[in-house]
């Protein structure tokens, strides 16, 4: 049995394992959470996002889904209300600061604040070996900066618990550092990156102002960026350098004011955004971040990367 056969024979065993834990209910000392827990999903009209919705409000949170297209999201989220769940609405473009504004304003006005937030709307414009950058600042602007904005408008808002809020970020194994196959080419911004001490805010936005001006001046050059995806996997490797550095900044938050910040890689998963060529359902991909949303304080857990389950490298 090659390489490739023997990881893909252990990827169906551990999505094997994870179906199994999947069915064992969560006891009454493991649910921390409560009706009146909110939890807000990005990007949740569809796939993944709407996965990960429906499967908090299965559990018993009360969960808002936003998205830019607010028809479609209430047309998506019929099947939610007509079973009972807790589920609300709202118009949400979180490329627009007005728009993620006056999010904020209703949030506060309503629920006074939110207890967890789900970073999960993308874009992604290439599929099979394509790997076109002609959308590179799309992905970047959706996957990235919005990203960072609605980070720095929700924590303001997340509420006092003695259980911690938390922030579950959508990323990707493809935005991982030291990927031996996709990867940044500088060396020495890899290990500023990997570094807490010399990563900042400052070093990310700078790595990206100049992967776009490269595109823009027609001088990308392949062996500086990641090889494979190259504007949605930098757009990642900036989402998980960001979550790091979330976790430094508000590392000294008091009790009760905690927030545990990661992000998981949900696979290849069969959506719009793969073209449907995944190998794995958005159940199937969902998991780990409603898995992360939930997971209880006596297993504090910030600061990290997962897939299935499981803690990987940045």
Same mark, same amino acid.
């Given at each position: 049995?090659? /390489?490739?056969?023997?990881?893909?024979?252990? /990827?169906?065993?551990?999505?094997?394992?994870?179906?199994?834990?999947? !069915?064992?209910?969560?006891?009454?000392?493991?649910?921390?959470w409560c009706s009146e827990t909110i939890a807000v999903v990005t990007g949740a009209n569809r796939g993944i996002g709407f996965e990960i919705a429906r499967q908090l409000a299965v559990l018993g949170l009360t969960v808002v889904l936003t998205s830019r297209d607010l028809d479609k999201l209430n047309e998506a989220t019929k099947p939610l209300l007509e079973q009972g769940l807790s589920v609300?609405?709202?118009?949400?473009?979180?490329?627009?600061?007005?728009?993620?504004?006056?999010?904020?304003?209703?949030?506060?006005?309503?629920?006074?604040?939110?207890?967890?937030?789900?970073?999960?709307?993308?874009?992604?414009?290439?599929?099979?070996?394509?790997?076109?950058?002609?959308?590179?600042?799309?992905?970047?602007?959706?996957?990235?900066?919005?990203?960072?904005?609605?980070?720095?408008?929700?924590?303001?808002?997340?509420?006092?618990?003695?259980?911690?809020? /938390?922030?579950?970020?959508?990323?990707?194994?493809?935005?991982?550092?030291?990927?031996?196959?996709?990867?940044?080419?500088?060396?020495?911004?890899?290990?500023?990156?990997?570094?807490?001490?010399?990563?900042?805010?400052?070093?990310?936005?700078?790595?990206?102002?100049?992967?776009?001006?490269?595109?823009?001046?027609?001088?990308?050059?392949?062996?500086?960026?990641?090889?494979?995806?190259?504007?949605?996997?930098?757009?990642?490797?900036?989402?998980?350098?960001?979550?790091?550095?979330?976790?430094?900044?508000?590392?000294?938050?008091?009790?009760?004011?905690?927030?545990?910040?990661?992000?998981?890689?949900?696979?290849?998963?069969?959506?719009?955004?793969?073209?449907?060529?995944?190998?794995?359902?958005?159940?199937?991909?969902?998991?780990?971040?409603?898995?992360?949303?939930?997971?209880?304080?006596?297993?504090?857990?910030?600061? !990290?990367?997962?897939?299935?389950? /499981?803690?990987?490298?940045?």
């Amino acid at each position: 049995m090659g /390489r490739k056969e023997r990881a893909k024979e252990r /990827r169906e065993n551990r999505l094997q394992e994870i179906a199994q834990l999947r !069915k064992i209910p969560y006891t009454g000392q493991q649910r921390w959470w409560c009706s009146e827990t909110i939890a807000v999903v990005t990007g949740a009209n569809r796939g993944i996002g709407f996965e990960i919705a429906r499967q908090l409000a299965v559990l018993g949170l009360t969960v808002v889904l936003t998205s830019r297209d607010l028809d479609k999201l209430n047309e998506a989220t019929k099947p939610l209300l007509e079973q009972g769940l807790s589920v609300v609405t709202h118009q949400l473009d979180i490329l627009s600061q007005d728009s993620v504004q006056l999010f904020t304003d209703w949030i506060c006005q309503v629920y006074g604040g939110l207890d967890i937030l789900v970073n999960n709307a993308g874009v992604n414009f290439n599929l099979g070996s394509d790997n076109s950058i002609e959308f590179a600042e799309t992905v970047i602007n959706t996957n990235y900066y919005a990203t960072k904005r609605m980070t720095k408008a929700m924590i303001p808002l997340m509420k006092c618990s003695t259980y911690g809020s /938390r922030i579950v970020n959508v990323s990707s194994r493809l935005g991982r550092l030291n990927g031996r196959r996709n990867r940044l080419g500088d060396t020495t911004l890899r290990e500023q990156l990997a570094d807490d001490g010399t990563l900042s805010e400052e070093l990310i936005d700078d790595m990206i102002r100049r992967f776009l001006e490269e595109v823009k001046h027609g001088c990308c050059t392949s062996d500086k960026w990641p090889q494979m995806f190259t504007d949605y996997s930098l757009s990642k490797l900036a989402v998980n350098a960001y979550t790091r550095l979330m976790v430094k900044t508000h590392s000294t938050r008091s009790d009760g004011h905690q927030i545990h910040i990661n992000c998981y890689c949900p696979g290849w998963v069969k959506t719009a955004m793969t073209g449907w060529m995944g190998n794995i359902s958005a159940e199937e991909g969902a998991d780990t971040g409603v898995w992360l949303a939930v997971l209880h304080p006596s297993q504090p857990v910030t600061g !990290k990367f997962f897939a299935e389950r /499981r803690e990987i490298s940045f």
